[in-house]
Nanobody
């Protein structure tokens, strides 16, 4: 079984930056595609970013150019660097792991999920 634990969320002002971390334990995920999702109050969970097994990255249009996904397989950790944060980025952010090596934007294809970390951006 895989456990994913996110950290790094918080309350920031618009224009600030945050870096989220997601530490995996239980088994190696170095060959797995990893995703980031978020869910704002009253809204459905939405895709934010994905990074595949060779670190190719994919982003939602709303975060392209502001967010950067990365991974450190030696530390079993992946990151989401979030710059130029906007009030619309306020949400609970989740990391997820898929069994596939290749990226996907479909939440149903991710097998393991973290508990989420709150990001609040004040305008």
């Amino acid at each position: 079984q895989v456990q994913l634990v996110e950290s790094g969320g918080g309350l920031v002002q618009a224009g600030d930056s945050l870096r989220l971390s997601c530490v995996a334990s239980g088994r190696t995920l170095s060959s797995s595609s990893m995703g980031w999702y978020r869910q704002a109050p009253g809204k459905e969970r939405e895709f934010v970013a994905a990074i595949d097994w060779i670190s190719r990255t994919y982003y939602a249009v709303s975060v392209e150019g502001r967010f950067t996904a990365s991974r450190d397989n030696a530390r079993s950790t992946k990151y989401l660097q979030m710059n130029s944060l906007e009030a619309e980025d306020t949400a609970v952010y989740y990391c997820a792991a898929a069994q596939s090596r290749y990226h996907t934007t479909r939440a149903a294809e991710y097998n393991f999920w973290g508990q989420g970390t709150q990001v609040t951006v004040s305008s």
